[in-house]
C-alpha cells in the first residue's frame, strides 16, 4: 500500500519541483532591450487582464453547478463529497492554464533576446518554457486525483466530480481563449496584411498586441486547462475499470495503475528534456529527439511497471500498442502541416491562382488527413482490446472486461509522453509571440530571420500536439464509455430501440452544433476588430505612416468583451444537452448518445485541426519566399485561407476535443440518475 500511493505522490512532486527549476532557469535570462521591454510587459499585462475577468465568469458558473450537485448527490450523505471535488477539479484547471501562461509570457522576450547569440539559446528558454506547462500539468493533475482518491477512501467513483469540474472549467478557458485570439489574429491579418500591406505584427497595427495576447490566453492558458481535464479525467476513467478487476482479483494495482503509470511517464520526460540540445539547421530536430528519447524511456518504465505489479506480459503489450500509435499519429500530424510535405505544398501552390483555389485545396487537405488517425485509433482499439483479452483469458476472467481494461492500458503508454508532448505545444505560442516582439521592436533582420524559422516550428509543435490530444481522446473513448457503463449499471446499449437510436442521433448532432456556435463567436468578434483597425488606419493621422501609435487598448477591449460573450452559449450547450437526453430518453439512450458524439467529434475536430494548420504553414512557406513571397498575389491568396483555417484549428478544433470530454465525464457524474428518466 505504501509503495502505489508513495510513487504518485513522488511523481507529482518531482514534475512540479522541475517545473519550478524551468521557471526559474527562464526569468533568470535577460528580458531585452527598452523596446522589447515594453511589447513584453503590454502583453503580459493584457493577458492577465483578460484572465481575471474570464475565471470570474467560470467560477460564478462552477459555484452554481457545486450547489446543484451537492442538492442532487451530497445533501443526503451530510459530506460533499461531489461537489468539492467538482469545485477542486474546476480551481486546478485553471490555475494549470494560469501557470503556464505566467511563464510562456516570461520567456516570449527573452527568446527574441537570446537569438542574438545563435540559435541554441532561444530554443532552450521557448522549450524550457513551453514545459512548464507541460510538467506542471501532469504533476497537479497526479497529485489531485492522488490526493483526493485516498482521502475518499479509495473509491474512484466518489472522485468523478473532479473530472467533471476540470472539464468544465477546460471548455470555457479553451473556447473564450480561442475566440478572443482568433478574434485579433483575423483582424490583424486581414486588415493589416491584404488592406494596409504591412508586415505581420508591424507595431503601426492596433490589432498586433491582442494576437499575441491571444497566444497566450487561447494556446497557453486554455490548452493549459484543457490537458489537465483530459489527463484527470483519462485517470479516473481507467480507475473505475481497474475497480471492478479488483473487485474479481483483488489485486489493488489494477486500480491505482493509471496513477503509477503517470510517475512513470514524469520521470521519462524529466530524462528526456535533456536530450533537447545540440547544433541543429532545423530547430525540430532537437524537439523531436527529445520526444523520441522520452518515448523510449517511458517504454522500459512501462515494462518493469507492468513487470513488478500486474505481472502479465500481455497488458505491457497493450501498453506498448498506445506508445506506437502516439507516434504514428504524431508523424501522420506533421505529414498533413509541415512545409516539407505534399498537402502543405499543394495549398501553396494553390494560392497561385487566388483565395477560391487556396481554400478548395485546403478543405480537401483538412478532410483528406482523417482518414489516418481513424485507421490508427480503429487498430490501436483493436489491438489493445486482443490483448487485454489474453490477459483475462490467462487468469480465468470474463474478456470482454479484460479487453476493456487493455484499452485502458493502451491509453495510459499513450499518456505516458503527455509532458513533453504538453511541451512541445507550449513551445509554439512562445516562438510565436518572440517573432512578433522581434517584428515589433524593429529587432535586425538577421535576429527577425532566427526567430522566423523557430515560428515556422511552432506552429508544425502546435498542430502535432494537438493531433495527439485528439488520438488520445479517441482511444479513451472506450474506456469512458465503460465507465459510464459501470456507473449507470448499463449491461448493453441496443441501438436498434428508437429511442437509442435518436440518442445516437443527437449525439452525432451535437459536435457540429457546437463548431457552428464556436466558428460564428470568432467571426463575430473577427468582424467588430477588422472595423475597429479599419477605423484607427483611417482616423489616427500618420499611424500607417509611423508617426503615431495606434489605440492598443481598444482592440484588447474588443477580443476580451466579444470571447466573454460568445462563448456562453457553446459553453452552455454541452451541459445542457446530455442532461436532457438522459432525463427524458434513459441511461441507454445516454450511452448511445455519448457514442455517436465521439465519433463524430474525434472525426471532425481532426479535420478542424490538421486542415487548419496545414493552411497556416502554407502561407509560412511563402512568406519563406515560394511563388513570389511576401506581398505577392499568392501570398495574399495563402493570409485568406489562414484566416479560414484559424478559428478550426485555434477555437473550435480544440473545443471539440473538450467536449468529448465534458460529455463523457458530466455522464459519469449523473449517470445514477438517468435511471429515473420520463421514458425509463
Not at 214 to 233: Q, W
Not at 378 to 397: E, K
Not at 596 to 623: C, P, Q, S, V
Request: charge should be positive; proline fraction near 4%.
Amino acid at each position: 500500500m505504501v509503495f502505489e500511493i508513495l510513487l504518485p505522490l513522488f511523481g507529482g512532486i518531482l514534475a512540479l519541483a522541475f517545473a519550478g527549476y524551468l521557471t526559474w532557469y527562464v526569468v533568470k535570462q535577460p528580458i531585452g532591450t527598452p523596446a522589447m521591454v515594453k511589447i513584453y510587459q503590454a502583453i503580459r499585462t493584457g493577458s492577465k487582464a483578460y484572465l481575471r475577468r474570464q475565471y470570474k465568469t467560470i467560477s460564478i458558473i462552477s459555484v452554481i453547478l457545486a450547489v446543484i450537485l451537492y442538492f442532487a448527490f451530497d445533501i443526503s450523505r451530510g459530506l460533499p463529497l461531489t461537489s468539492f471535488a467538482f469545485l477542486i477539479g474546476a480551481a486546478f484547471s485553471l490555475i494549470a492554464g494560469y501557470v503556464g501562461m505566467e511563464v510562456a509570457t516570461r520567456a516570449n522576450a527573452r527568446t527574441t533576446y537570446a537569438a542574438r547569440l545563435g540559435v541554441e539559446q532561444p530554443l532552450r528558454i521557448a522549450f524550457y518554457g513551453g514545459l512548464v506547462m507541460g510538467l506542471f500539468n501532469v504533476g497537479l493533475s497526479l497529485l489531485a486525483v492522488t490526493i483526493l482518491f485516498n482521502f475518499y477512501g479509495q473509491d474512484p467513483t466518489l472522485i468523478v466530480g473532479l473530472g467533471f469540474g476540470a472539464s468544465l472549467s477546460a471548455l470555457f478557458a479553451q473556447l473564450g481563449g480561442g475566440i478572443y485570439t482568433k478574434a485579433a489574429d483575423i483582424g490583424a491579418d486581414l486588415v493589416g496584411k491584404i488592406e494596409a500591406g504591412i508586415p505581420e505584427d508591424d507595431p503601426r497595427n492596433p490589432a498586433v498586441i491582442a494576437d499575441n495576447v491571444g497566444d497566450n490566453v487561447g494556446d497557453v492558458a486554455g490548452r493549459g486547462a484543457d490537458l489537465f481535464e483530459s489527463m484527470t479525467g483519462e485517470n479516473i476513467g481507467a480507475m473505475i475499470i481497474g475497480f471492478t478487476l479488483f473487485a474479481l482479483t483483488r489485486n489493488f494495482y489494477f486500480v491505482v495503475f493509471p496513477l503509477l503509470a503517470r510517475a512513470v511517464g514524469i520521470v521519462a520526460t524529466v530524462l528526456g528534456a535533456w536530450f533537447v540540445r545540440g547544433k541543429f539547421k532545423d530547430p525540430f530536430t532537437p524537439l523531436r529527439n527529445g520526444m523520441i528519447a522520452t518515448t523510449v524511456i517511458a517504454l522500459i518504465g512501462f515494462y518493469i511497471l507492468v513487470s513488478q505489479t500486474l505481472a502479465n506480459i500481455n497488458l505491457f503489450y497493450a501498453g506498448m500498442t498506445g506508445m506506437v500509435a502516439s507516434v504514428l499519429i504524431l508523424l501522420t500530424t506533421e505529414y498533413y502541416t509541415s512545409k516539407k510535405y505534399r498537402p502543405v505544398n499543394e495549398i501553396a501552390i494553390a494560392s497561385k491562382t487566388g483565395p477560391a483555389t487556396n481554400i478548395i485545396s485546403g478543405f480537401a487537405v483538412g478532410l483528406e488527413s482523417t482518414a489516418l488517425p481513424v485507421i490508427i485509433i480503429s487498430i490501436t482499439l483493436l489491438v489493445s482490446f486482443y490483448f487485454g483479452q489474453l490477459f483475462a483469458a490467462s487468469i480465468g476472467l470474463d474478456t470482454h472486461i479484460g479487453g476493456v481494461y487493455g484499452t485502458a492500458i493502451a491509453t495510459m503508454g499513450m499518456l505516458s509522453i503527455a509532458g513533453m508532448i504538453l511541451g512541445l505545444d507550449g513551445f509554439g505560442p512562445i516562438v510565436d509571440n518572440a517573432a512578433g516582439i522581434a517584428e515589433m521592436s524593429k529587432s535586425p533582420k538577421s535576429l527577425r530571420d532566427k526567430i522566423d524559422e523557430f515560428d515556422a516550428v511552432g506552429n508544425t509543435t502546435k498542430a502535432l500536439t494537438k493531433g495527439y490530444a485528439m488520438g488520445s481522446a479517441g482511444l479513451a473513448a472506450l474506456l469512458l464509455f465503460q465507465a459510464y457503463l459501470e456507473i449507470a449499471q448499463v449491461s448493453i446499449v441496443d441501438i436498434i430501440l428508437p429511442k437509442n437510436i435518436v440518442g445516437l442521433f443527437l449525439g452525432a448532432l451535437l459536435p457540429f452544433i457546437f463548431v457552428a456556435f464556436s466558428i460564428r463567436g470568432v467571426g463575430r468578434a473577427a468582424f467588430k476588430m477588422v472595423e475597429e483597425v479599419r477605423r484607427q488606419f483611417k482616423q489616427i493621422p500618420g499611424l500607417l505612416k509611423g508617426k503615431a501609435e495606434p489605440d492598443y487598448s481598444k482592440a484588447i477591449d474588443i477580443s476580451t468583451l466579444s470571447a466573454q460573450k460568445e462563448m456562453i452559449l457553446p459553453g452552455i450547450l454541452p451541459i445542457v444537452m446530455p442532461l436532457l437526453v438522459g432525463f427524458i430518453l434513459g441511461k441507454e439512450a445516454i450511452g448511445a448518445f455519448l457514442m455517436g458524439a465521439t465519433l463524430t467529434g474525434f472525426i471532425l475536430a481532426m479535420w478542424l485541426n490538421t486542415g487548419g494548420g496545414a493552411w497556416d504553414n502554407a502561407k509560412k512557406y511563402i512568406e519563406s519566399g515560394k511563388f513570389g513571397g511576401k506581398g505577392s498575389e499568392a501570398h495574399k491568396a495563402s493570409v485568406v485561407g489562414d484566416t479560414v483555417g484559424d478559428p478550426n484549428k485555434d477555437c473550435a478544433g480544440p473545443s471539440v476535443h473538450v467536449l468529448i470530454k465534458l460529455l463523457n465525464t458530466i455522464t459519469l457524474v449523473f449517470g445514477p440518475l438517468f435511471a429515473f428518466s420520463l421514458l425509463a
